[in-house]
């Protein structure tokens, strides 16, 4: 074995075998319908699904409105008001609203100056969405592993790592194995947990890379008193129908760096030289702007924020009284000196469980209850399976003892 790949092997420590876990067959259906009770005590029936959104304000009315104002596309005053209400509510100086978090993404890096042909490092537990637009930006993404504690992106394991895998040269940080420089980094807090921030921010700066915060999960989720999304230099939140809130399809990006929404403005609305009537654009922008229709329902959907995060936190606590005596289980909490909005409920397997992840996950559906693995890990999804990757065992163990239960609002005043 060469130097590089003794410190490789020396970084998979505890490798956790795929299906270590031998099912004894007699404990078996007794415990996996105690698991099941348990999420029925809270989920009832079924009929509320993973997450579903709640229109219970004046959503119908700002519609109406804006229907009746003839303004539905993307020139509009829902758009300044929503993103308004966002700066607000977050605390950002600037926002920017977007068609999708996706999008968001995507503008967020070209923003940020990553190049195509870059690699940019991503948690190997994440929804695609993160990857790809990585991918969208012409660049590649990296997997780095999660961390046991916060879920998110590990910043220990990326400084051993790129430690050993990349060198400092001309001022980029480049990857031995692949030549390609390494610009950029994108945690993600996790179904709304926060992420280590500021161990992240440290090795983004020892290593020299810039930082965008997926933050697409946990609108409501603070570090400290700072709203997740402004730890970094910028940060991106989704407004697809299962999140906190929605506005149908929808994104935004949030700074406290004027110049830099100014350009994602600028970017997300064609490039568009500002002038009365001639169409002159400066680069090639994209058409990633909020329609106004999407953000008549995002303004409504803010007056109902603050009683959603505390509904969220009412159904994490129900599902905690639900499995109290249940020892092989333990339902995923809040991390110290974090606020977390709890948007997606999940329960965590013993390593030790007789009981394995497929075995909750089929129960419930075929009793018609809505439960999901966590997103299979990035490294191994087919579309992103030949991109560069660190080890990712943490990771891995994750995927196979995570059961995210039925978390729709609704739940919390059942
Ligand atoms: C939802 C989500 C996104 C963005 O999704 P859109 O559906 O494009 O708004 C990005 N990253 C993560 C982690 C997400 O959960």
Redesign the pocket.
């Known amino acids: 074995m060469n130097g590089f790949a003794t410190t490789l092997a020396a970084l998979a420590i505890n490798p956790i075998p795929m299906w270590s876990k031998q099912m004894d067959p007699r404990a078996d259906a007794q415990d996996i319908e105690s698991i099941l009770s348990a999420i029925r005590s809270v989920s009832g029936d079924g009929t509320a699904g993973l997450h579903e959104p709640v229109f219970a304000g004046n959503e119908r009315a700002y519609l109406v409105d804006c229907l009746d104002s003839g303004f539905v596309s993307s020139v509009g005053e829902y758009v300044t008001q929503f993103e308004s209400e966002l700066a607000k509510f977050t605390g950002a100086s600037h926002v920017v609203a977007v068609t999708?978090?996706?999008?968001?993404?995507h503008l967020s890096l070209v923003a940020l100056g990553v190049k195509p042909g870059q690699e940019v490092l991503v948690p190997a537990i994440?929804?695609v969405?993160?990857a790809n637009?990585v991918a969208h930006a012409g660049a590649v993404p990296h997997f780095v592993d999660v961390s046991t504690e916060t879920w998110g992106l590990d910043p220990q394991a990326v400084r051993t790592y790129l430690s050993a895998i990349a060198v400092q040269r001309d001022g980029n940080l480049v990857n031995r194995e692949t030549g390609r420089t390494i610009s950029a980094i994108v945690p993600?807090h996790?179904l709304g947990h926060p992420v280590d921030m500021t161990g992240v921010i440290e090795v983004a700066q020892d290593f020299g890379l810039k930082v965008l915060e997926?933050a697409?999960?946990s609108l409501g989720s603070y570090i400290g008193d700072i709203h997740t999304g402004l730890v970094g230099r910028l940060g991106?939140l989704?407004?697809?129908g299962?999140?906190t809130i929605t506005t149908g399809?929808?994104?935004a990006i949030l700074t406290h760096d004027a110049e830099l929404a100014h350009r994602i403005k600028h970017l997300s609305t064609t490039a568009k030289s500002p002038h009365r009537f001639e169409f002159d654009h400066d680069e090639i922008g994209y058409n990633y702007r909020m329609p106004n229709i999407n953000a008549a329902l995002g303004v409504a959907q803010m007056e109902q924020l603050p009683g959603i995060l505390a509904n969220q936190r009412k159904l994490y606590r129900k599902y905690v009284q639900a499995f109290r005596t249940d020892h092989r289980v333990s339902m995923r909490g809040e991390q110290a000196g974090t606020l977390s909005n709890f948007w997606l409920q999940a329960l965590l397997l013993d390593s030790q469980s007789q009981v394995s992840r497929n075995d909750v996950i089929e129960g419930a559906l075929a009793q018609n209850i809505t439960v999901r693995p966590l997103w299979k890990p990035l490294n191994t999804v087919a579309a992103h399976y030949s991109s560069p990757s660190a080890p990712t065992p943490v990771a891995q163990d994750l995927y196979e003892r995570v059961v995210c239960l039925p978390s729709s609002v609704s739940l919390a005043s059942k």
């Open positions: 999708n978090g996706t999008n968001a993404l994440s929804f969405a993160t637009a993600m996790t997926d697409a999960e991106v989704s407004f697809n299962n999140k399809g929808g994104g």
